[in-house]
C-alpha cells in the first residue's frame, strides 16, 4: 500500500499480541530482503493495517493483507508462501473486526457477505458469491493468475476494485509484499517502513550455502539471558521457564503439526523457531531426496523391510541400523541448517512400528517387526536405543524415535470396518498379554515418542484414553515423554467413533487424556480456546502437554549453542556411506530364510551350473525392497537379475544369467531356474483379501513347474507378509523367503544362492495355511482359539497347524544342542516376578559349512490351563565355524527391560508368578524343541 507521505516507500504494520501488549520491539531497527526497515507508529490514515510476527524463519514471502476501516477480512492459506510456485491453499472467512474465523456462516450473515472464499481444488478456480466487492483478485501477467483463477504459483497483488469504494475505503486489497514472518492482526499496532532503495550489491564471495540458515532458539540477544536458555539448569527448570513467559495464544499454537497440521509455528518474541515434527523412516529415512538443493540429492541407506530385520534374529544389528539411521537424520537435519518443510528433515521420526502382527492379512504387517510380543518389545528398545543415541555418552538426545502405534492397532479396512472408525474389543487378559507388553519394553528404553492410533480400544478412541495413556504408560510404567496422535486420529474420535460431539470436545479429551500433540487441525488455536472458554480444558492441562513437547526439544539440543552439542557436527558424508552400505548388505545377508532345501539344490554348485533362468514378476523389480512405501531414497536398488547377473560375472567360470519377468520360456535348457514371485500385498489403509498369491502370480508359477524338473528349480518369495504355500510346499523342493530386503537385496540374495554365505534368518511370522483366514474373521481381536465357533487362535502362541512355524528357518550345516548350564530347578515365585535367570546352551554345528544361527529360548508352561502354547523369552546370535562348538547365554525376565518371560495373565489382566507353577523352558521355534527342555518350578 503506497504512503501518502511518500511514494516511494510502502507501510505495513507490525507485531502486536492479541492478549494485549507490543511484541518483539527488539526488532525496532531491521532490514528486509536487504532494505533498510524501522518501526514507526502508524497514522491515522492506516488505520487496520496492523500486522503480527508469523511462526518464523524459514517462511519468507509469506501473504500479507491490508484491510479497509469498516471490516477486517482474511485469506486463510496454511502457512504458504507466495513465491513463484508456492501453492495458495483454502480461503477462511473472518467475522467482522477479527481475525478469527466465523461459526460456518460465511455469506449467510450480512455482515460477512462476499467474504467467503475458496478454491476449486480441479480447476483452482477461486469460489466466492455474487460478487467480490472491494475484495479482488487480478491478472498479474508473469504470474499464473488469470482473471479469479488461482493456481499453483499464483500470486495476490495490490490492485483497486473497479466502481466500489470512497474516501475512506482505498480499495486495496490483497499485497504479495514478500514480508517475511508477517501476518495480520486485529489490533493497532507500529508499522514497518520498507525503503525501496536499492541495497547495494553483496561482495563477490563463494556459492551460497543451499539452506540460509535460520536463527535458532537462545541465539536472540534479548533472549540469551532468559533462564530456559541456561544449559547449567535442568530441563525441568528451563522449561518450565520457557512456558510460563508464553501467552496463551503463543501456547495454543504449539499443538498441531504434521499432515493436515503443517509446519508449528514458531514464537518470535522468545526465539524460538518453527518446527516440522513429522519425519518418518522405519528401515531408513524416507522423503530426504526431496530435501536437496542446488543439484543436492541427499541419498539415504534404505535397510531391509521391517519383518526382514526382525527375521535377521540379531539385535545388536538392529540396534547398528538405527544408529545409522539416527546418524543420518542428524545430517539431513544439520544441513538444512534449521529450515523447515512440509515433510521431513526434523529430529523427531515417527518409529519402530511394533503392532502385534496379529493376522496375516493386515495390511501393515511388513512394517511392525513381527507376530511375537516379545521379539516386537526388544526390537523396538534396540531400535530407540540405536537411533536416540543412548549409551554415546552424549548428554543429548541424537534423534527423537517413536514407537507405535498405541495401542491394539491391526487392522486397515476389513468386514466393514477401516482403521478409522474400528473399535477393538480387546479381554484384560489379551492386553497385558499380547498387547501391552511390547510398549512395556519400549518405555523401558525411554523413547522420546508414542504414537497413538487410529482405533478405538473397548469403546474409547486411544488417543483420549486416559486410563492407558496417562493411567498406564505414565503411571504404571513411569514415562513422562510426547504422545502424537496419528493423522488425524483425535478428529477420528468425533467425525468416525462419534466419541464425542466436535472439535472442542476431542481436544479437551485428547490433551486431558494425555495426547500431548495432534498431527493434524483438530487442536487448533481456537479449538484449545473453545474448550478452556466452555470448561472442558483447563490451561494447567495445556502447559503439562507443552511442557513435555518442549522437554523433548530441550533434550534434543535445539535449545543450546551448536558448539555444545556433539551430534550438530555430523555431515552429509556419513550418508549412503560405505559403513552403512555394508550394514544395509549384511542385514539383508542375515535376514534371508531357507525354507527347505530337500533336494539340496543350493548352494549352487559353479562347476555344474552354466545358466540360470530369472523368471518370474519380480525378477527384475526393485520396488518390492522398498516395502510398500516409495518415498524411501536409496542411491541404488539391486534386484533379483542384477544381483545375480553380478555375482555371476564376478565368478572365474562363466556363467550365463538370463532374465524375464513375462516369459517362461527363458527357463527352458537353464540348469537352474530362480523364481522370483511374491509382491507388496498389503499396504497402509489396505488389508490382504487372502493370504495365497494373485492368481496370476499362480498361474504363471504353475506353468514354469510344468516346465522344469523339480529339482532344478528354486522359489524365492519376496514379500513381507505371511504368504500360503500350499500347493507348492509338496512340489518346489527348494523354497527360499527373501522378505523385502532393501537396496542389497538382490546382491545378498545371489551370495546366498552361490554359498558364498550360508542362510540364518528366521522366520517373523507363522506361515498358515490358505484356509485359515476363511476361519478367522480379520476384525476379531481375540487370541485365543474358541472352541465353540470352531475359530482358530492367532499366531504360534494359540495356533498349532503352520505350514511353517514362527522362528523357522534353515542353514548349509546342521546343529546340536546342550544345556551348558541352568539354574536352580526350583525358583521363588518374586525373583521370577522381577529378577533374570541365565541360562546357558552349547551350540555346535555339526556339518561342514560355517554359519551364524539365532538360537531361541522359549518358555511353557505345560500343566497351566489356558496359558499360551509357547512364548519366546530370549534370543542371541552367533557365527559358528564348521564343527566348532560356541556357549550361547540367554538371560530370561529381565523386569528392567519391560519383561516378564515367567509372568502368566489371568482373566482379571493381571499378571503373576503363582507358587507351583511349572515352566519348560527349551530352546526351538514356534512350534519345535531342539532339545529337552529344562523343567523349573516356582515356589
Not at 511375537?372 to 543412548?390: I, K
Not at 550365463?656 to 527357463?667: L, N
Amino acid at each position: 500500500m503506497m504512503n501518502s507521505a511518500a511514494t516511494n516507500r510502502f507501510v505495513l504494520a507490525l507485531v502486536v499480541g492479541v492478549f494485549g501488549g507490543v511484541r518483539g520491539t527488539g526488532y525496532s531497527s531491521r532490514s528486509f530482503q536487504g532494505y533498510p526497515a524501522i518501526l514507526r507508529p502508524c497514522d491515522s490514515t492506516e488505520w487496520g493495517q496492523s500486522w503480527e510476527l508469523l511462526g518464523g524463519w524459514g517462511h519468507p514471502n509469506d501473504l500479507v493483507q491490508t484491510i479497509d476501516n469498516k471490516s477486517a477480512n482474511c485469506l486463510d492459506v496454511a502457512d504458504r508462501s507466495t513465491a513463484d510456485g508456492a501453492a495458495i491453499r483454502g480461503w477462511q472467512c473472518c467475522c467482522e473486526g477479527h481475525q478469527f474465523p466465523c461459526d460456518n456462516n460465511c455469506g449467510d450473515n450480512k455482515a460477512n457477505a462476499n467474504q467467503a472464499y475458496d478454491i476449486d481444488s480441479a480447476s483452482g478456480t477461486v469460489l466466492t458469491a455474487k460478487t467480490m466487492g472491494s475484495k479482488c483478485l487480478v491478472p498479474l501477467q508473469t504470474r499464473s493468475v488469470t482473471g479469479s483463477a488461482a493456481v499453483e504459483g499464483a500470486h495476490i497483488v495490490t490492485q483497486s476494485c473497479a466502481g466500489a469504494g470512497s474516501a475512506n475505503n482505498p480499495r486495496i486489497v490483497y499485497v504479495a509484499a514478500s514480508i517475511p514472518h508477517l501476518r495480520l492482526s486485529s489490533n493497532l499496532s507500529l508499522c514497518l517502513e520498507i525503503s525501496k532503495t536499492a541495497p547495494p550489491a553483496p561482495p563477490p564471495g563463494p556459492p551460497s550455502d543451499p539452506y540460509v540458515p535460520v536463527p535458532q532458539a537462545c541465539t536472540f540477544e534479548n533472549t540469551t539471558s532468559l533462564p530456559f536458555c541456561d544449559p547449567s539448569l535442568s530441563v525441568e527448570t528451563r522449561v518450565s521457564d520457557l512456558v510460563q513467559r508464553m501467552t496463551p495464544s503463543e501456547k495454543m499454537s504449539q499443538f498441531i503439526c504434521g499432515i493436515g497440521g503443517g509446519v508449528t509455528p514458531g514464537i518470535p518474541r522468545l526465539g524460538v523457531p518453527p518446527y516440522q515434527y513429522h519425519s518418518e523412516g522405519l528401515h531408513g529415512l524416507r522423503t530426504t531426496c526431496g530435501l536437496g538443493r542446488n543439484g543436492d540429492t541427499l541419498y539415504s541407506t534404505m535397510f531391509p523391510q521391517v519383518t526382514a530385520m526382525a527375521a535377521t534374529g540379531n539385535l545388536t544389528l538392529i540396534h547398528a541400523m538405527a544408529s545409522h539411521m539416527g546418524d543420518e537424520a542428524r545430517a539431513v537435519n544439520n544441513y538444512m541448517k534449521g529450515n523447515t518443510v512440509g515433510k521431513g528433515g526434523g529430529l523427531n521420526y515417527w518409529g519402530p512400528t511394533m503392532n502385534i502382527g496379529r493376522d496375516p492379512r493386515w495390511g501393515r504387517f511388513q512394517e511392525s517387526v513381527s507376530e511375537d510380543p516379545w521379539l516386537n518389545g526388544a526390537y523396538a528398545a534396540a531400535f530407540v536405543r540405536g537411533f536416540q543415541g543412548s549409551g554415546d555418552g552424549v548428554s543429548y538426545v541424537k534423534t527423537a524415535a517413536c514407537c507405535k502405534h498405541f495401542f491394539a492397532y491391526s487392522l486397515e479396512n476389513s468386514d466393514g470396518y477401516t482403521r478409522h472408525n474400528f473399535n477393538a474389543n480387546v479381554s484384560a487378559q489379551d492386553m497385558m498379554e499380547t498387547y501391552g507388553p511390547p510398549f512395556a519394553m519400549c518405555v523401558a528404553a525411554q523413547p522420546e515418542q508414542i504414537m497413538c492410533s487410529y482405533n478405538a480400544v473397548n469403546g474409547t478412541p486411544t488417543c483420549l484414553d486416559d486410563t492407558w495413556q496417562n493411567g498406564w504408560l505414565r503411571g504404571a510404567l513411569g514415562w513422562n515423554g510426547v504422545i502424537f496422535s496419528d493423522c488425524d486420529a483425535v478428529g477420528d474420535a468425533y467425525t468416525s467413533h462419534h466419541f464425542v460431539k466436535n472439535g472442542v470436545e476431542a481436544t479437551a479429551y485428547g490433551i486431558r487424556g494425555g495426547c500431548d500433540m495432534n498431527c493434524g487441525k483438530t487442536y487448533s488455536s481456537a479449538n484449545l480456546a473453545a474448550g478452556v472458554a466452555q470448561g472442558l480444558l483447563n490451561v494447567s492441562a495445556i502447559d503439562v502437554a507443552l511442557r513435555r513437547v518442549m522437554a523433548m526439544r530441550m533434550r534434543l539440543g535445539m535449545f543450546d549453542n551448536a558448539t555444545r552439542v556433539p551430534y550438530t557436527t555430523i555431515g552429509t558424508d556419513v550418508l549412503n556411506n560405505a559403513v552403512g552400505q555394508q550394514l544395509a548388505l549384511e542385514a539383508a545377508r542375515s535376514s534371508i530364510v531357507l525354507l527347505q532345501n530337500t533336494r539340496e539344490l543350493l548352494p549352487l554348485s559353479t562347476s555344474s551350473v552354466k545358466t540360470i533362468a530369472v523368471v518370474g514378476p519380480l525378477a527384475t523389480d526393485t520396488a518390492v525392497f522398498m516395502g510398500g512405501k516409495n518415498d524411501y531414497c536409496p542411491q541404488s536398488v539391486v534386484s533379483v537379475c542384477a544381483g545375480l547377473q553380478a555375482r555371476a560375472q564376478a565368478s572365474s567360470l562363466a556363467i550365463q544369467v538370463k532374465c524375464s519377468s513375462t516369459d517362461v520360456g527363458v527357463a527352458e535348457g537353464a540348469d537352474v531356474v530362480v523364481a522370483a514371485f511374491g509382491g507388496v500385498f498389503g499396504h497402509e489403509a489396505s488389508d490382504r483379501k487372502n493370504i495365497s498369491l494373485p492368481q496370476a502370480q499362480a498361474t504363471m508359477l504353475d506353468t514354469l513347474i510344468a516346465k522344469v524338473t523339480a529339482e532344478r528349480l528354486a522359489l524365492v518369495l519376496l514379500n513381507g507378509d505371511p504368504v500360503a504355500l500350499d500347493a507348492y510346499k509338496p512340489v518346489v523342493p527348494t523354497i527360499v523367503e527373501a522378505l523385502e530386503g532393501g537396496q542389497a537385496g538382490g546382491t545378498a540374495l545371489a551370495e546366498m544362492l552361490f554359498g558364498d554365505f550360508s542362510p540364518s534368518g528366521t522366520l517373523p511370522f507363522t506361515i498358515y495355511p490358505d484356509a485359515y483366514v476363511a476361519q478367522v474373521a480379520m476384525s476379531e481381536m481375540r487370541m485365543r482359539a474358541d472352541p465353540a465357533t470352531n475359530t482358530p487362535g492367532h499366531t504360534y502362541r494359540f495356533y498349532d497347524q503352520p505350514l511353517w512355524p514362527f522362528g523357522y528357518g534353515l542353514t548349509y550345516t546342521t546343529w546340536a544342542y546342550a544345556w551348558s548350564k541352568t539354574p536352580a530347578a526350583t525358583q521363588p515365585a518374586a525373583a521370577l516376578r522381577s529378577g533374570a535367570l541365565a541360562f546357558t546352551v552349547t551350540l555346535h554345528n555339526t556339518g561342514s559349512v560355517a554359519s551364524a544361527r539365532t538360537v531361541q529360548l522359549y518358555v511353557r508352561a505345560p500343566e497351566t490351563l489356558d496359558a499360551p502354547r509357547r512364548w519366546l523369552g530370549a534370543m542371541d546370535k552367533v557365527y559358528v565355524a564348521a564343527g566348532q562348538r560356541v556357549d550361547v547365554q540367554l538371560t530370561v525376565g529381565t523386569r528392567g527391560d519391560g519383561a516378564c518371560s515367567f509372568c502368566l495373565v489371568g482373566t482379571d489382566g493381571v499378571a503373576r508368578v503363582s507358587p507351583g507353577t511349572v515352566y519348560a523352558v527349551s530352546i526351538g521355534d514356534g512350534q519345535n524343541d531342539y532339545l529337552t527342555p529344562f523343567n523349573l518350578t516356582a515356589h
